[in-house]
């Protein structure tokens, strides 16, 4: 009587591990996808933070329009083609719940760290002044050219108990040359 063999041969081990390494394979091409999608949604503008964005712009254009056409005629002569108005993390700046600063209220009602206007396409910025999370924000902007516009920038602060603190950033054209 012949032997039964009991358990598996060496060709049926390397099929086995063959499919492993193909179903592992695939899932980790699905997950690292899955990963990079979730980084970059991270760096879409929020809509409730876009509703606050036009609510200060509109507090910029009505109330601030003497400064904002002072702030946006700046722009193109400036040397890094950001203007900063306010930021809680940037040395040498004012900071947004300043109280002698116009508009703190609202802005410390609406937890803003940062207020910043470039124009649109802002390639030739000089970045090495920004939080290095505002500077991977500005890298994910669209760069089509529009010749008369300007952006308003907005970096606001969300305290999430179980994430800490989290920067959320919002932009909105404002203004224009013309």
């Known amino acids: 009587m012949a032997k039964k063999s009991k358990g598996f041969v060496l060709m049926e081990a390397i099929v086995v591990i063959s499919v492993l390494c193909v179903i592992l394979v695939i899932l980790y091409g699905a997950y690292s996808k899955l990963l990079i999608d979730v980084k970059k949604k991270s ?18 254009e009505e109330d ?11 722009l193109p002569t400036s040397s890094n083609h950001i203007y900063i108005y306010c930021s809680e993390s940037l040395d040498n700046k004012k900071k947004c719940e300043n109280p002698t600063l116009s508009g703190h209220e609202l802005f410390s009602f609406m937890n803003v760290r ?13 970045l090495e002044t920004l939080e290095p999370t505002t500077k991977r924000y500005f890298k994910t902007f669209d760069v089509r050219n529009i010749d008369d516009a300007y952006r308003i ?6 305290e999430n108990e179980e994430n800490g603190t989290i920067y959320q950033y919002a932009t909105l054209r404002i203004g224009s040359r013309g």
């Not at 940062?114 to 000089?126: K, Q, S």
């Not at 920038?153 to 969300?158: A, H, L, N, Q, R």
């Open 114 to 126: 940062g207020i910043y206007f470039t124009e649109w396409n802002p390639e030739d910025a000089n």
């Open 153 to 158: 920038v907005v970096m606001y602060t969300d």
């Open 64 to 74: 601030e329009g003497d400064a904002l056409k002072a702030i946006l005629e700046s």
């Open 43 to 60: 760096l879409y503008d929020n809509t409730e933070y876009i509703y606050k964005t036009s609510v200060i712009r509109k507090y910029f």
